[in-house]
């Protein structure tokens, strides 16, 4: 057999694999801050399903925290509640408001593809998720979105052949005695 072939052959059994391998493979999501001038990804974080990410800032003029709480659902963020301490300017009002010991609870259900956030010193801006703060701020001059990316076949793939050991390489772990 030519090396062309045994090479295409070779390449055929890796796709196999990898198709069988991808669909028990773990959905691993992906909260990622985007720079909406530049496209640029600021940062990446693991995510799953029910993951809960926090949009924390102080409101510019009551000065008293606030906190937009979302859920990762699929591929969206799903808001749950906006905790706040007082009414101002940008703050719900005439909507039903629980008051509680975090505070003033507006609970809500609406999900986005993508939220825009637009970081400010006065606010300081910081995004929690699962307890790590990241401050908006100082990564970015700017514009972000916030979004959920799930990987594609192509990502699967990629992380399915990296467990792959070459049948080549003496070294591979399925050649250890």
Do not use: C, W
């Amino acid at each position: 057999m030519s090396r062309y072939l045994a090479g295409i052959l070779a390449l055929l059994v890796l796709l196999g694999a990898a198709a069988t391998v991808a669909p028990t493979a773990s959905a691993d999501r992906t909260l990622v801050v985007t720079d909406t001038e530049t496209d640029e990804q600021l940062l990446s974080v693991p995510v799953d399903d029910g993951d809960v990410v926090t949009l924390s800032y102080t409101h510019s003029v009551e000065k008293t925290p606030v906190e937009d709480i979302y859920v990762v659902d699929g591929t969206q963020l799903r808001m749950d509640r906006m905790v706040f301490h007082s009414h101002g300017a940008g703050l719900p009002s005439d909507a039903p408001i629980e008051t509680t010991d975090e505070g003033l609870v507006l609970d809500l259900n609406e999900s986005y593809d993508e939220v825009g956030v637009v970081p400010g010193s006065i606010a300081g801006h910081e995004l929690i998720v699962d307890g790590e703060r990241y401050d908006l701020v100082s990564l970015s001059d700017g514009a972000v979105s916030l979004s959920i990316l799930e990987p594609t076949f192509v990502d699967d793939f990629l992380r399915t052949e990296a467990r792959f050991a070459s049948i080549d390489d003496p070294r591979s772990l399925h050649m250890q005695p």
